[in-house]
């Protein structure tokens, strides 16, 4: 079961705090998006200067 699933049944079983963890989980998404683009960038940035 992943994470997002985990949290919207959660959020029915606690009910107020649905809202709450879905607008998390949304942010918490963008938030590795932007992380996973940085990494691979500075991944290869460091592969680059590596091998050059």
């Not at 699933?5 to 606690?14: C, D, I, K, P, Q």
């Not at 607008?23 to 592969?47: I, N, P, Q, V």
Request: aromatic fraction near 12%; proline fraction near 0%; charge should be positive.
């Amino acid at each position: 079961m992943d994470f997002s699933s985990f949290v919207a049944r959660r959020g029915s079983e606690n009910g107020a705090k649905t809202v709450v963890c879905h607008k998390h989980d949304g942010e918490r998404k963008r938030m590795l998006s932007l992380l996973s683009e940085f990494s691979k960038y500075s991944l290869a940035e460091l592969l680059y200067k590596a091998l050059f």
